[in-house]
């Protein structure tokens, strides 16, 4: 959100500089300082975008990592309540963990 209001501040200050702005060569629209301004608000809301898009998908990762390490933890109680198929169980990261066990955590919902 905030990239949209760098880059929107830019273009209407842009236009308003240019307007307002003092032209050495003569009067009219000040093209150098619009266009300077124009891309150096483009540059730096692309850029706050593009970090914000960068948190967004590192706070995905968290929280999928969070739901692994519940579900870690759930099959590790379940393990410790003395049921016999999951006695055998040496580990939660061995090989003998039944499929059924572990719910499809990284599924198509999003």
Do not use: H, Y
Not at 45 to 50: A, E, F, P
Not at 80 to 103: C, H, L, M, N
């Amino acid at each position: 959100m905030f990239g949209w209001i760098i880059i929107v501040g830019g273009v209407l200050l842009g236009i308003l500089v240019g307007i307002l702005g003092v032209d050495r060569w003569g009067g009219g629209f000040n093209w150098q300082l619009a266009i300077s301004l124009w891309s150096t608000s483009l540059f730096n809301g692309t850029l706050v975008l593009g970090f914000a898009e960068v948190i967004n998908l590192l706070e995905g990762i968290q929280q999928k990592i969070e739901i692994v390490k519940n579900e870690v933890k759930k099959i590790r109680c379940d393990s410790s309540s003395g049921s016999s198929q999951s006695a055998k169980r040496k580990s939660v990261f061995s090989d003998d963990i039944d499929p059924e066990q572990i719910e499809p955590i990284f599924s198509a919902e999003e």
